[in-house]
């Protein structure tokens, strides 16, 4: 089991930045990549950002590119999403995920429970 838990998230205007944490339990945490989803209101779950099991290789969204870094620090069993630019489309309950198998978090093995992103216009 990886227990994961979500910080960070917060009510914002539009253009600002924020940062988002996962710290991570249980099971190795370089043995699985991980990344974030978002969910909006009234919308499906979609993928965010993804990182690699050594963090060499990050994918993200094309309606984040350019805009959120996803990164992580094994050595503190942390994944972050750092969130610049923010738009009042990017607000959402932020999920964390772990998979062991797929690096772009195609079967999520792990979720986390959350954490809400407001951004206001």
């Known amino acids: 089991q990886v227990q994961l838990v979500e910080s960070g998230g917060g009510l914002v205007q539009a253009g600002d930045s924020l940062r988002l944490s996962c710290a991570a339990s249980?099971?190795?945490?370089?043995?699985?990549?991980v990344g974030w989803f978002r969910q909006a209101p009234g919308k499906e779950r979609e993928f965010v950002a993804a990182?690699?099991?050594?963090?060499?290789?990050?994918y993200n969204d094309d309606s984040v590119k350019g805009r959120f870094t996803i990164s992580r620090d094994n050595a503190k069993n942390t994944v972050y999403l750092q969130m610049n630019s923010l738009k009042p489309e990017d607000t959402a309950v932020y999920y964390c995920?772990?998979?062991?198998?797929?690096?772009?978090?195609?079967?999520?093995?792990?979720w986390g429970k959350g954490t809400l992103v407001t951004v206001s216009s």
């Open positions: 995920a772990a998979s062991g198998n797929s690096r772009t978090l195609r079967v999520v093995d792990y």
């Open positions: 249980g099971r190795t945490f370089s043995n699985y990549a």
């Open positions: 990182v690699s099991r050594s963090g060499g290789s990050t």
